[in-house]
Nanobody
Framework: VQLQASGGGLVQTGGSLRLSCAAS????????MGWFRQSPGKEREFVAA????????YVADSVKGRFTISRDNAENTVYLQMNSLKPEDTAVYYC?????????????????WGQGTLVTVSS
């Protein structure tokens, strides 16, 4: 399994970015795809996750109403649309995958990880 995250960058407060996670190496039906983030000096935290089949999704309270997770089955890609960005959203964002249908919010439940993409929100 390979996960390739992209789309990070520098944006001003209130701006938007869309992160992409291109998945390859197997068929991902029956998987949950997640996004986590990690700021300097902090632990990696859950952001959002989506079931590849059926589309059930869950978003952390800290980003609810601003971030949306979606997937494109044809492109084998998961997206994280981030709107109304705040300086506290600054972090390295990682995409992840786990086999199964339950959406966990702890990183230890995810088996595969991408390399991360940096998002910087300036005030």
């Amino acid at each position: 399994v390979q996960l390739q995250a992209s789309g990070g960058g520098l944006v001003q407060t209130g701006g938007s970015l869309r992160l992409s996670c291109a998945a390859s190496g197997r068929t991902f039906s029956g998987y949950v795809m997640g996004w986590f983030r990690q700021s300097p000096g902090k632990e990696r935290e859950f952001v959002a996750a989506i079931r590849w089949s059926g589309g059930g999704r869950y978003v952390a309270d800290s980003v609810k109403g601003r971030f949306t997770i979606s997937r494109d089955n044809a492109e084998n890609t998961v997206y994280l649309q981030m709107n109304s960005l705040k300086p506290e959203d600054t972090a390295v964002y990682y995409c992840s995958a786990r086999e199964g249908s339950y959406i966990y919010t702890v990183q230890t439940q995810y088996d595969y990880w991408g390399q991360g993409t940096l998002v910087t929100v300036s005030s």
